[in-house]
Structures are given as C-alpha cells and as structure tokens.
C-alpha cells in the first residue's frame, strides 16, 4: 500500500462537502463569556493529535460513518457465503489449504462478532446482541466475555495507571533482569516469538474459561463431526487455532510498534489512544477480506461506534481532509519486526509528559536476544 497514492486517491474520490470544515466550525462569533469558557476548555484539554477544531470535523466524521444496516446484512450474506464453501471444501478435500482458508473465515466472523460486541454492527443495540450471540459459536468464543475484557482494553488503552491484561508487552529489560530466575526462564520460553502466538492461541481459544466457554468453542465442530467425521472436526479446530494465532499476531501489531502511547491518567485522551496508540497496518487485498477493516485501527480506537464495513471508507475521507498526518502507518518490514517485540526499552514503559514530548523520554519496545542481535525489532 502507498499512503501519499492513497491520500491522493482519497481527495479526489470524496467530496469534503459533506464534512464541516474547520472554517465552520470555528468561525462562530462568541460573547467574552464564550470566550473565557474556551480558554478554560483549552487549558483542560489534553487532546494532542488534532487541533481543537480538527477534533470537531473528526467527531462529525466518525458519526457519519456510523452503522448502516444494510451494509450489515450485505456483510453477513458475504460472510456466509464464505463460510459455508470453506468448510464444504474442507469436508471434501481435507487438505491443509482448505484449513487455511477456514481460518481467514473465522478470523472475519470474529471481526463481525467484535463490532456486535461493541453494539456497533447494527443500529440497534438488540440486533447487535443478538448476531453476537449466533456469531459466538462461528467465532469460536463466548460473546459476552469478549465483550467485558474488550470494553476495559478500549476504555484504558494508553493509561499507564491501569494494567492492560489484553495487550501482549507488559514488562520492561529492566523488570526481566530483576525477576528470579524461577519466573524469569519460563517468561523467557513462553514470551518468545516464534512461540508466543501459537501457544496463546491454544490458551485463550480452547484452554482458558472452559465452562463459559465450552459451548462456543465445541458446538460447531461436534456438528461437523456427526456430518463429516473425524477428520473435518480435527482440521476446523486446527482452522481456529490458526485464526487465534492471526488474530493475536493482528492486535499486537496494532498497539506494539514503536512509538507506543504509554501516559498518566490525567494526560490520557481517547482520540490520542487511537491516532497515536493504534496502527494503520498495510493489508492488501484478499486479505482486508478477512481482517474486515480492523487495520484502520487508529479510526477503531477514536470510536467504536464506526464498523468494520465503514472504517476504510472513514479513514480515507479522513485523509483527504488532513485529519490523520500523525498516525502510526506499518507498512510490511516494520510489521515484520515489531512482530519480535517482547519487552519495553531500559525500565521506561510510559511517558511523564505529552506522547511525542521532545524533552522526556519516550517509552519503546526491544526483544530478547539473539533477535535483538540480528536487528529484529523496530528501531524507528
């Protein structure tokens, strides 16, 4: 993907009518009284990708490109579609091909299941609940557990008061040195990675909460078994373990290249947690078929309320009106390298003043030796 081709592209596609411009949204005469309350508002404000006005254009963008049913539906018969020749073709073929494309197909009903959770596929909240609770079983995982561990990762990205269990770097060179050795050896295998993504895939999808979880994770692949036999239900459990390992190695990839957005409570804001804390990652198609949009995960992070359906379409009218210029874009060699990040550099795992503060340090990510000799981590 070119960014600067996909900028131009997106000026000359959208018409920036349709989206206030700064001019308008500014120009608004005030009383003083107005204007001491701005001035008030401007100290408080800790908001540092976009400008005050920018801020006001990026709202009205985001909920422009909110849910549109029938977008939603379209989406789903696709997703459908999908499916069901995968897994024939997996039934008849039984080869590892058919696996894979299986595994694409998961990894796209777990996009839908996702944006249900986040009450953003439909309008409404009760068709939102209710296709998360059918795609739960296509999905391979319990719909209202995503839905609270999710939540807190979206409420708390970027704050450095709270621990973020979901994110996949947690300890610094520093913290790895100081742990006894009886923590330090396993930390080392288990957090290494060529290993981490398989084996945490095995853990969150078909080890950990096994009662909620049960239902989910087996209901499909019995049925499958009692059609197809044995073979077909090993092969589609191997399709969601590797679609776990894509999506994992996905969401690291969206919060862990540097330069990560790591602040104290008081200086943390959602639009900064998106347009610094989240990726734009270069995914060509076929794969944006899988991943649904989720690469755009600087526009996912601002709001939650725009779909997967919409995020392309919302990030490049975005770009036309200049409203990304700061984003993290990871294009293929930097992912590639920050798919080796295992810890955060030195003992500095967050920032003590504004992200991008030219006067303090930054917090960034490394990985474990011999990676690290051989260059692999992202040293932008």
Same mark, same amino acid.
């Given at each position: 993907m070119n960014f600067a081709n996909m900028q131009k592209a997106a000026q000359s596609r959208y018409s920036v009518s349709s989206i206030p411009q700064l001019t308008e949204v500014c120009s608004d005469s005030s009383s003083s009284d107005d204007e001491d309350n701005k001035n008030k508002m401007k100290k408080q404000r800790v908001t540092k990708s976009v400008t005050e006005g920018q801020e006001k254009v990026l709202v009205a963008l985001l909920k422009k490109h909110?849910?549109?049913?029938?977008?939603?539906?379209?989406?789903?018969?696709v997703s459908a579609i999908f499916w069901g020749s995968t897994v024939s073709y997996m039934a008849y073929s039984e080869s590892l091909l058919s696996t894979f494309l299986v595994s694409f197909t998961i990894v796209r009903n777990f996009m839908i299941l996702h944006d249900a959770c986040h009450l953003s596929f439909f309008k409404s909240t009760k068709h939102n609940v209710m296709l998360a609770k059918g795609m739960q079983f296509f999905s391979q995982f319990e719909w209202s557990t995503w839905q609270s561990t999710h939540n807190h990762h979206h409420h708390h990205l970027g704050d450095n008061s709270v621990i973020d269990t979901s994110l996949t770097v947690w300890f610094s060179e520093e913290d790895y040195s100081k742990m006894p050795l009886k923590f330090r050896i396993p930390f080392r295998l288990i957090r290494d990675p060529m290993l981490f993504f398989p084996i945490a895939s095995a853990w969150v999808f078909f080890i950990s909460r096994p009662i909620i979880q049960f239902l989910p994770r087996y209901t499909v692949p019995a049925i499958l078994y009692y059609l197809f036999g044995f073979k077909t239900f090993l092969l589609y459990n191997c399709a969601g373990w590797m679609a776990g390992i894509i999506g994992l190695a996905l969401f690291h990839l969206q919060h862990q290249v540097n330069t990560p957005y790591r602040v104290s409570k008081d200086r943390k804001s959602m639009i900064d947690a998106?347009? /610094?804390?989240?990726?734009l990652l270069a995914i060509r198609w076929p794969f944006t078929l899988m991943t649904l949009g989720i690469e755009f995960h600087h526009i996912h992070h601002a709001s939650t309320r725009v779909p997967g359906y919409n995020l392309a379409d919302c990030h490049a009218e975005g770009e036309a009106l200049g409203l990304f210029k700061g984003i993290n874009r990871v294009?293929? /060699?930097?992912?590639?390298?920050?798919?080796?990040?295992?810890?955060?550099?030195g003992n500095t795992k967050c920032s003590h003043a504004d992200h991008h503060d030219p006067n303090h340090e930054l917090p960034s990510f490394v990985t474990f030796w011999p990676y690290s000799a051989l260059g692999l981590y992202d040293k932008s």
């Open positions: 909110g849910p549109r049913d029938g977008k939603a539906w379209r989406t789903i018969m998106g347009l /610094y804390g989240s990726t294009g293929g /060699y930097r992912a590639f390298v920050s798919m080796f990040h295992a810890l955060f550099k």
